[in-house]
């Protein structure tokens, strides 16, 4: 074979193999729709008084129902650490910020997503893969930050396609049923429609459908802390320091905050009894607890304490609140940011 036809085999494979992963990645993700939060933050951003950071949990935050004017950029598995370097990149872009967020519960501080999930970086790239036409607002160490997170987002990409073909494989061989209950239901709430907007920087908005009310059982809050439990072991297997290395994440941007004069506010998201009450959560929360509340004591920083909302609702029987076992609906999100509000303002909640 000549040197000509040995270039053109190999020249040949390479486009396969790019092609290939390519058309399987485009199926997996043909239905996303086009993300333009950063753009929409950066044109509302005068305006903006509050910031939601974190994990998914403080995305359960509505803003109108607090009556802010907020963005969201969290993430769905964030942790403190991306919390900080997020703040420290937009703080300056917002001179009327009053307020900022994060939703913490049982084993947040003992979470870092790159232990927790080795392989993986975070799924909300909005703030580290801008667009061209707002390149120009970023500062050069977040163009390379942004380089560095597009070359890890092919990775996890990918990752996320290989998971979901096992996910459906999975529930293909055991006809479907997720474990929720006895009946053969599913039990995952359904995503909202794909045209659905994004709300306030709410990836897809939140859950219009909460999960159905059978799936909140015992067994499901305990399979949702077993979940929970797999990822904090491994972070303080491999760093047991974590708590405190978070703790100092959150004094870090309640530091940062006092020279904007904005207040840093740490809030006890509410879950169903089951979940918050299992011996290993209370477990982390007698341990996470204190620490935060030392947190709270710097003047700038308020922790508002929810956790217990719903304990008492009949969400067993009628769920109109809950996602999952620690996740919120859209009424869930609504009641509670009004409680949340209530405690802000608890002064002059009628004038706020």
């Known amino acids: 074979m000549s040197s000509r036809n ?3 085999l190999i020249l040949a494979w390479c486009g396969f193999a790019i092609c290939v992963p390519y058309l399987a990645l485009a199926v997996f993700f043909a239905d996303r729709k086009p993300d333009d939060r950063l753009e929409t933050f950066h044109a509302r951003a005068p305006k903006i008084e509050a910031l939601s950071l974190g994990s998914s949990h403080t995305r359960d935050l509505h803003f109108p129902s607090m009556g802010l004017s907020g963005y969201s950029f969290a993430d769905d598995g964030g942790d403190l650490r991306i919390a900080e370097y997020k703040l420290r990149r937009l703080v300056d872009r917002l001179p009327n910020l009053t307020h900022v967020f994060i939703a913490v519960g049982p084993g947040m501080l003992s979470y870092d997503r790159i232990l927790g999930i080795p392989g993986e970086f975070p799924s909300d790239y909005i703030l580290y893969s801008p667009s061209v036409t707002s390149m120009s ?8 930050w942004a380089l560095r997170a597009g070359l890890l987002s092919v990775r996890s990409t990918a990752l996320e396609a290989n998971r979901r073909s096992r996910e459906a494989f999975r529930r293909l061989v055991r006809g479907g049923n997720d474990g929720g209950s006895d009946d053969g239901l599913v039990c995952e709430f359904p995503d909202n429609p794909p045209d ?24 499901f809050d305990e399979k949702d802390v077993d979940r929970r439990m797999r990822t904090i072991r491994r972070v303080l297997d491999t760093e047991p320091r974590t708590p405190a290395i978070n703790a100092g994440h959150l004094r870090s941007m309640a530091n940062l905050l006092k020279e904007t004069g904005a207040e840093l506010v740490i809030v006890v998201s509410p879950t ?5 009450e299992d011996p290993r959560m209370k477990e982390l929360w007698s341990i996470e607890r204190p620490m935060l509340e030392e947190v709270a004591e710097a003047d700038n920083v308020r922790m508002v304490d929810v956790h217990d909302l ?16 620690d996740h919120l609906s859209y009424q869930g999100a609504v009641e509670f940011s009004g409680a949340v509000r209530s405690e802000l303002f608890a002064e002059g909640a009628e004038g706020q």
């Open 310 to 325: 719903f304990f008492d609702m009949d969400y067993r029987t009628d769920n109109k609140w809950f996602s999952d076992p």
């Open 137 to 144: 607002r970023l500062r050069s160490r977040d163009i390379v």
């Open 6 to 8: 040995k270039i053109s």
């Open 272 to 276: 169903t009894r089951g979940y918050f």
């Open 196 to 219: 659905h907007p994004h709300e306030d920087g709410i990836l897809d908005g939140f859950a219009r459908t909460p999960i159905d009310a059978s799936c909140l059982t015992d067994a």
